[in-house]
Every structure is written in structure tokens, then in C-alpha cells.
């Protein structure tokens, strides 16, 4: 394949490098009747060592200029010229027939979205290994009492686990982004099915974050919950957000969902 410019307005970082591409493809372990969905081929990089591997691999790719070149490169590869944001899992779901696993080096400024819209999806995922800035990677995995633990942390490690596999240079890509990445290996968990405590537990999680260096009451009160005497929820709210652990805010959640029934 030709090398194509990279464009900045899909936050596009061409890997360069044999030696972090392999470290990628031993985290995700592909096996060869996976659900494997590439976010990005972008130049095929990725894609050429999951080809080999995966009888079924999809790749979903916005940027129309690499379409050509991918399909004739690889011709069994199910490709979808489209945004990732914007296309259903269902229908990818339902032609796998088991749960996706989902792998790229994914824009930057869209990582939230992309994992966020996997936990909309998740009883059609079993997990994830992403390529992201260093700084996001430290959030996804952060843990209770760290300065990076936040609503990203929270949210993650109710409906995940998260692990930050290894560091990466900025060295090995082109164009050489100002940012290190780092790579994180998401395993979804499948029993958070009720879609209901699912919406109200990331709500809580937002507007207890919401004041970030104010108690866990201000925050709460200036919320969408500010009807709610939290006193009686059994959580001490002279606490900051930071200092609760996923289980609080579990208790928290039901303490909400107890006072709208």
C-alpha cells in the first residue's frame, strides 16, 4: 500500500514500529474464529497480523482513501467505510453470532466516546485493546485515592476491567504525535445487563464528580438529585468523590433508585 498523509481530522498516528506492533497482537491474543473488530486499519498495519490470524476479520475505516487499497489487500476482509460512532454493533453482533472483541490504535480525540459507546453495547462485547494517549490510559485504570480516579475510572471499573499493558514512545509513529500512548487491554463484564441502574449508576457517578474538590454533599446537592437527603444513604458525604470506592457509589445508586421508585 502507498503511504497515504495522515489527516489530522481523524486524529490519524501511523505505527511505525515491528516491535510494539507484535507486543499489540500478543495482548490481544487473536484466535482464529474471534469476532474480531478492527477500529482504524488506517494503512493495514494492524490489520496484516490480524488477517493472518482471525478466518473473519471486520474492520470499520472512515477514511475513504485506504478503502481501495485494504480491499485489494485483503480480500476476505469484511470492511465498513464508516464512522465507528455511528454504525450498530447489533448487526455486526448478529452476522459473528458471539460476543465482539474490538482492537486499533484509536483517535485520540474520541476515546471516551468509542468506550463509552461499548458499555451502551455491552452484552455484545467481550473486550477491548485500544492504543491511547498515555494520560487517558492513566485515567481508564486509575484507582480509588489517585489523582487521575474519576468519573472515566469509576464508570470503567463497575461495567470492566481495566489493565494499562505497556507505554508507548511518541517516536513510533508518523507523524510523531507531542503525546506518549499507552496501550490498555478493557474485559467487559456481562452481567451488568440492567440497562436501567446501568444509566442511573453513570448519572450518580457524574454528579458526584461534579465539584470535583467539594464534598461528596455539595456536589450532590447542586446535581439532579439535589431532592435527595443523602444522610440516610449510609455513605459519609463530608467525603470528595475521590475517596469513595466503586462499592459506594453502588450503595449510592441503590439509595437513589429506592427513593424514585
Do not use: W
Amino acid at each position: 500500500m502507498d503511504k497515504i498523509r495522515p489527516l489530522k481530522k481523524f486524529g490519524q498516528n501511523y505505527l511505525q514500529d515491528r516491535n510494539i506492533l507484535l507486543k499489540i497482537v500478543g495482548e490481544i491474543d487473536p484466535k482464529e474464529d474471534d469476532a474480531l473488530v478492527e477500529i482504524g486499519p488506517g494503512m493495514g498495519v494492524l490489520t496484516k497480523e490480524l488477517y493472518s490470524r482471525v478466518r473473519n476479520l471486520t474492520a470499520v475505516e472512515i477514511d475513504r482513501r485506504v478503502i481501495e487499497d485494504l480491499e485489494t489487500e485483503y480480500p476476505t476482509l469484511r470492511l465498513i467505510n464508516q464512522d465507528f460512532l455511528k454504525i450498530d454493533l447489533n448487526e455486526i453482533f448478529a452476522e459473528k453470532n458471539k460476543p465482539l472483541r474490538i482492537a486499533g490504535n484509536i483517535p485520540y480525540n474520541i476515546t471516551s466516546p468509542i468506550i463509552f459507546k461499548l458499555i451502551e453495547n455491552i452484552p455484545l462485547v467481550e473486550d477491548a485493546v485500544f492504543m491511547v494517549q498515555y494520560e487517558v490510559a492513566k485515567r481508564l485504570s486509575a484507582d480509588q485515592g489517585s489523582e487521575d480516579y474519576g468519573i472515566l475510572a469509576v464508570i470503567l471499573k463497575y461495567f470492566a476491567d481495566v489493565r494499562l499493558c505497556f507505554k508507548v514512545s511518541p517516536n513510533v509513529f508518523y507523524p510523531r504525535p507531542k503525546v506518549f500512548s499507552a496501550v490498555v487491554h478493557i474485559k467487559f463484564n456481562s452481567r451488568r445487563t440492567d440497562r436501567e441502574f446501568n444509566k442511573l449508576f453513570k448519572n450518580v457517578v457524574k454528579a458526584s464528580f461534579g465539584n470535583r474538590r467539594k464534598t461528596l454533599k455539595n456536589s450532590l446537592n447542586n446535581s439532579i438529585f439535589s431532592g435527595i437527603n443523602f444522610e440516610e444513604s449510609g455513605i459519609d458525604t463530608s467525603k470528595r468523590a475521590e475517596q469513595l470506592r466503586l462499592e459506594d457509589f453502588i450503595v449510592l445508586t441503590d439509595f437513589v433508585r429506592g427513593k424514585q421508585s
